[in-house]
């Protein structure tokens, strides 16, 4: 490969990690390549729940990308991207940096709509940890209380207020939790299972939780330390609420850097791509994950998807280097295209020593679910974090900690 070739992997997102771990070779063959991303850890979207539970310390959730792009001779700029020049091949940083690619592969998440600054977003996953200081306060003060208000009752919201129910409930403080899951349709889990609906809400009203169903939030002012909830209705008798805390967990669009880079974008904002996760009018530019769309397949925005889809966008990325060693872009028909799963499977967590098992109108809740949660969890994060699970035991990826029996 000739040594004027220039990769640009811009975010180093779920999709992006084997890429990250083939760059050895690519350098070794005379390839620079870029990460671009302000942000030095990925946490892994599968255990954020359980850390916010308790169960899993920070370390063990998430993923130095700076190591694995060092480690590999790559360069990681630590800046903010705000430009894609398709017609130029430019990416441009909010620290004046430009930085041209001959081949360019994004993979920067989805963000949250309108997250009001007194909530804490869940997209990107990294924003949720500053969660976690909060609940450890509360739960290492004796008689100390949270209100904690979660806006979207979606599996995101949802299996998060389930970890961190259980983790109050397990320490015998869910009398100093007050937690309000608030949906603005008419029931938590919108598309999931109606038994899996009725267990979720079972689970988090057994452990004192409110749910509040067809119910906007207009607004959330910030109020002290707190937040003030305003509500579009008093369907409840309540127009405000008032909480420590606001999670906003309320889907996914696409980041504005997307839509301002004249590429091709679904309604949402989500760059269109190909089956083989190639932009159809730049054929240097392939996107994965969250941030990608691929017509004609309706994939939510789940990290069973983007995982998929890394082991490709590698294959795919390898290819195109090889032609462009030898002077040709390669022809849609010769790289690989992405084959999704019939019925996308999710296991959520639930804050007890259960997870739940769902696909497409199937569901289970079952203790050994648990187990292949963390095992699948534990196994697939091993090979980005060595540090804290390199040496992990068959016993410890099978585990079956929880957060109500911490």
């Known amino acids: 490969m000739s040594d004027s070739t220039h990769l640009v992997l811009l975010g180093g997102g779920h999709a992006m990690l084997p890429s990250l771990?083939?760059?050895?070779?690519?350098?070794?063959?005379?390839?620079?390549?870029?990460?671009?991303?302000?942000?030095?850890?990925?946490?892994?979207?599968?255990?954020?729940?359980?850390?916010?539970?308790?169960?899993?310390?920070?370390?063990?959730?998430?993923?130095?990308?700076?190591?694995?792009?060092?480690?590999?001779?790559?360069?990681?700029?630590?800046?903010?991207?705000?430009?894609?020049?398709?017609?130029?091949?430019?990416?441009?940083?909010?620290?004046?940096?430009?930085?041209?690619?001959?081949?360019?592969?994004?993979?920067?998440?989805?963000?949250?709509?309108?997250?009001?600054?007194?909530?804490?977003?869940?997209?990107?996953?990294?924003?949720?940890?500053?969660?976690?200081?909060?609940?450890?306060?509360?739960?290492?003060?004796?008689?100390?209380?949270?209100?904690?208000?979660?806006?979207?009752?979606?599996?995101?919201?949802?299996?998060?207020?389930l970890n961190v129910t259980g983790r109050f409930a397990g320490g015998g403080r869910e009398g100093d939790l007050d937690l309000t899951l608030v949906e603005q349709s008419a029931q938590i889990l919108p598309g999931f299972p109606d038994g899996m609906r009725a267990y979720a809400a079972r689970l988090l009203r057994g452990r004192g939780a409110r749910i509040r169903t067809k119910t906007t939030v207009d607004a959330v002012d910030a109020v002290g330390d707190g937040a003030r909830v305003e509500i579009a209705s008093d369907r409840d008798g309540e127009a405000t609420m008032d909480a420590d805390a606001v999670l906003w967990a309320t889907g996914a669009v696409g980041a504005p850097l997307l839509r301002e880079s004249g590429l091709s974008t679904?309604?949402?904002?989500?760059?269109?791509?190909?089956?083989?996760?190639?932009?159809?009018?730049?054929?240097?530019?392939?996107?994965?994950?969250?941030?990608?769309?691929?017509?004609?397949?309706?994939?939510d925005?789940?990290?069973?998807?983007?995982?998929?889809?890394?082991?490709?966008?590698?294959?795919?990325?390898?290819?195109?280097?090889?032609?462009?060693?030898?002077?040709?872009?390669?022809?849609?028909?010769?790289?690989?295209?992405?084959?999704?799963?019939?019925?996308?499977?999710?296991?959520?967590?639930?804050?007890?020593?259960?997870?739940?098992?769902?696909?497409?109108?199937?569901?289970?809740?079952?203790s050994g679910l648990l187990r292949l949660k963390h095992w699948i969890d534990r196994r697939w994060i091993r090979t980005y974090a060595p540090a804290a699970w390199g040496r992990a035991s068959w016993s410890r990826l099978l585990g079956a900690e929880a957060a109500s029996a911490l």
């Open 21 to 161: 771990s083939q760059v050895q070779a690519w350098t070794d063959a005379g390839v620079r390549v870029t990460l671009i991303d302000s942000q030095r850890w990925l946490h892994y979207s599968g255990m954020v729940p359980e850390h916010l539970g308790g169960v899993y310390a920070l370390d063990e959730i998430r993923i130095d990308l700076r190591r694995l792009a060092h480690a590999g001779g790559a360069a990681h700029v630590a800046a903010q991207a705000t430009e894609i020049d398709p017609a130029a091949r430019v990416v441009r940083t909010d620290d004046g940096g430009e930085y041209a690619y001959d081949l360019l592969a994004v993979d920067v998440g989805g963000v949250n709509p309108a997250v009001p600054e007194a909530a804490v977003g869940t997209k990107p996953i990294y924003r949720v940890q500053a969660l976690a200081p909060r609940l450890e306060r509360v739960l290492e003060t004796p008689g100390a209380r949270l209100a904690l208000t979660v806006v979207g009752g979606g599996a995101a919201g949802v299996e998060v207020a």
């Open 266 to 299: 679904d309604g949402r904002g989500f760059l269109h791509v190909a089956r083989s996760l190639r932009t159809p009018t730049h054929p240097r530019i392939f996107a994965a994950g969250d941030c990608a769309t691929i017509p004609g397949l309706d994939l």
């Open 301 to 366: 925005k789940v990290g069973v998807h983007a995982v998929k889809q890394g082991p490709l966008l590698r294959r795919n990325l390898e290819r195109s280097l090889q032609g462009l060693a030898r002077g040709a872009v390669p022809s849609e028909s010769d790289l690989a295209a992405f084959r999704p799963y019939p019925v996308a499977p999710l296991l959520l967590s639930t804050g007890a020593q259960e997870a739940v098992w769902t696909a497409g109108p199937l569901w289970v809740a079952h």
